[in-house]
C-alpha cells in the first residue's frame, strides 16, 4: 500500500541551528514528492518538490529536501532556523494507482525557540 | 493563498441542518479537491472533481456533497447525516499532470453547536 510516515510529532530546534523535518515513503513506481507548510488557522503553502533529477531540491524560505531512493526518504532541511519557521511541515507522495491524489503524512510541529 | 477563495472562514451550524462551503478559484486550474483536518491529523480527502461536472468521492464522503457545475466553484455541503462535522475544511486547486502541487485556499472552520 502506497504510505507516508513523518516519524516525529514534534522537532524542536534552537533559533540560528539547523533544522531536520525527517519523511519516509512506500509508493510504486517513482516517486511524485511534496513538502507544504501550514501556519495556525491558514491553508497549506507548497513549499517544494521532487519529481526527477538533482536529488536536493530547492524551495521557498530557505528550505530544501534531499531525495534518497535507498532509504526512500524525503527530509526537509534548513541550514539556519527561524523563529518564524514555527509551523506544521507535512510530507506528501503522489499516488499513480489512485488518479494521482495525494497520499499526506500526519503532519509535524516544528518549533523554534529563541 | 493565491487566487482561491473559501467563504465563509467561520461557519456554525445546528445538530441537523445543512451547510454549504464555496470554493472558488480564478486560476484556471483543472482539478479541484476538498479535505478535511482535525486536530493532530493530517488530511484526508472527501472528493474531488478533474472535471466540470464531474467527481469523485474520496476517502471521507459519507455525509458530504459537491456539485462541480463551472469550472471556477466547487461547493461542499456538509449534510446532517455527517455526525461529526466539526473540523477545518481545505479546498485546493491542480493543474493536470501527476507533476503539478496543489494550491490551497484559506479554509473555514465548520462548528457544530
Known amino acids: 500500500a502506497q504510505s507516508v510516515a513523518q516519524p516525529e510529532d514534534q522537532v524542536n530546534v534552537a533559533e540560528g541551528n539547523p533544522l531536520t523535518v525527517k519523511c519516509t515513503y512506500s509508493?510504486?513506481?517513482?516517486?511524485?514528492l511534496f513538502w507544504y507548510v501550514q501556519y495556525p488557522n491558514r491553508g497549506l503553502q507548497f513549499l517544494l518538490k521532487y519529481i526527477t533529477g538533482d536529488n536536493l531540491v530547492k524551495g521557498s524560505y530557505g528550505f530544501e529536501a534531499e531525495f534518497n531512493k535507498s532509504q526512500t526518504s524525503f527530509h526537509l532541511k534548513k541550514p539556519s532556523a527561524l523563529v518564524s519557521d514555527s509551523a506544521l511541515y507535512f510530507c506528501?507522495?503522489?499516488?499513480?494507482?489512485?488518479?494521482?491524489?495525494?497520499?499526506w503524512g500526519a503532519g509535524t510541529k516544528l518549533i523554534i525557540k529563541p | 493563498d493565491g487566487g482561491i477563495t473559501q467563504s465563509p472562514k467561520y461557519l456554525f451550524r445546528k445538530e441537523g441542518q445543512n451547510v454549504t462551503l464555496s470554493c472558488e478559484q480564478n486560476?484556471?486550474?483543472?482539478?479541484m479537491y476538498w479535505y478535511r483536518q482535525d486536530p493532530g491529523q493530517g488530511l484526508r480527502l472527501i472528493y474531488y472533481?478533474?472535471?466540470?461536472?464531474?467527481?469523485q468521492k474520496g476517502d471521507i464522503a459519507e455525509g458530504y456533497s459537491v456539485s462541480r457545475e463551472k469550472k471556477e466553484s466547487f461547493p461542499l455541503t456538509v449534510t446532517s447525516a455527517q455526525k461529526n462535522p466539526t473540523a477545518f475544511y481545505l479546498c485546493?486547486?491542480?493543474?493536470?499532470?501527476?507533476?503539478?502541487?496543489?494550491?490551497f485556499g484559506p479554509g473555514t472552520r465548520l462548528t457544530v453547536l
Open positions: 486560476l484556471n486550474h483543472d482539478a
Open positions: 509508493v510504486s513506481g517513482n516517486p511524485y
Open positions: 506528501a507522495v503522489r499516488d499513480p494507482y489512485s488518479n494521482y491524489q495525494l497520499i
Open positions: 485546493a486547486t491542480t493543474l493536470a499532470g501527476g507533476g503539478s502541487e496543489q494550491f
Open positions: 472533481s478533474q472535471i466540470v461536472n464531474d467527481f
